[in-house]
Nanobody, 121 residues
C-alpha cells in the first residue's frame, strides 16, 4: 500500500526558512520520480520541484536558488528545503510520486500525499 505523509509546514515570516518532509511507505523512493507541488487559495496547483531516480533536480523558476529538493534513501523520505520565503510561497504543499518507468510514459504522478500548510507573513 503506497502512502505519502508530509510534515514540516508551518507559519514563518518572510525571509525565513522551512524544511518539508515526505515520508514514503510501500515503495522505495530511489526507484521513483518524486516531486513537490503547491496550491494557494484560488489558484491552480503548480509544480515546485522534482527529482528523478537518477537524482536529477528541476525547479520552477519562481523558486530557483531558494528551494532545494532532496531524497534520503536510507529514511525513504523526500525533502524540500525552502529558504528566503516570500508571501507568494504560501499554500498547501503536496508531495507526489511515480515509478520512474511509468513516468517516462505518462509524465504524471499517481501517488499524492495529503499536504502540509505553509504560511508566510
Amino acid at each position: 500500500h503506497v502512502q505519502l505523509v508530509e510534515s514540516g509546514g508551518g507559519s514563518v515570516q518572510a525571509g525565513g526558512s522551512l524544511r518539508l518532509a515526505c515520508a514514503a511507505y510501500g515503495f522505495v523512493v530511489d526507484d521513483y520520480v518524486m516531486a513537490w507541488f503547491r496550491q494557494a487559495p484560488g489558484k491552480e496547483r503548480e509544480g515546485v520541484a522534482a527529482i528523478d531516480s537518477d537524482e536529477t533536480e528541476s525547479y520552477a523558476d519562481s523558486v530557483k536558488g531558494r528551494f532545494t529538493i532532496s531524497k534520503d534513501n536510507a529514511e525513504n523520505t523526500l525533502y524540500l528545503r525552502m529558504n528566503s520565503l516570500k508571501p507568494e510561497d504560501a499554500g498547501m504543499y503536496f508531495c507526489a510520486a511515480e515509478s520512474a518507468s511509468d513516468y517516462e510514459d505518462t509524465e504524471e504522478f499517481s501517488y499524492w500525499g495529503q499536504g502540509t500548510q505553509v504560511t508566510v507573513s
